[in-house]
Nanobody
Framework: QVQLVESGGGLVQAGGSLKLSCAASGGTLSRYPMGWFRQAPGKEREFVAAISWPGGQGTYADSVKGRFTISRDNSKNTVYLEMNSLKPEDTAVYYC?????????????????????WGQGTQVTVSS
């Protein structure tokens, strides 16, 4: 059973940057598309970014396009989310997730229902 652990969250001022990491244990991320989602207080969980196997171009929510970059280091079984020009509305708990289907069947889905394994989340707070 794969376990995902996010890290790198914290408190940052508006305009600042953070880089989140998602490491896997007990299983592999090899051949699986990966995604990042977030959930703000009182709101539904929403898609942020996704990346294919073995990597390359990502898919992004319009709200983060041009500011966030998703990447993966397959040798380290880790996925990253680099966040720049952060805004107070980016404040949320950020979750990484592994697609339920390996490539070529899995893709850079924006739907949480397409992801089978989730981390516990890491808090990102952006102050104004």
């Amino acid at each position: 059973q794969v376990q995902l652990v996010e890290s790198g969250g914290g408190l940052v001022q508006a305009g600042g940057s953070l880089k989140l990491s998602c490491a896997a244990s007990g299983g592999t991320l090899s051949r699986y598309p990966m995604g990042w989602f977030r959930q703000a207080p009182g709101k539904e969980r929403e898609f942020v970014a996704a990346i294919s196997w073995p990597g390359g171009q990502g898919t992004y929510a319009d709200s983060v396009k041009g500011r966030f970059t998703i990447s993966r280091d397959n040798s380290k079984n880790t996925v990253y989310l680099e966040m720049n020009s952060l805004k107070p509305e980016d404040t949320a708990v950020y979750y990484c997730a592994r697609n339920s289907k390996a490539a070529p069947f899995g893709n850079r889905s924006v739907y949480s229902s397409d992801y089978a394994y989730w981390g516990q989340g890491t808090q990102v707070t952006v102050s104004s």
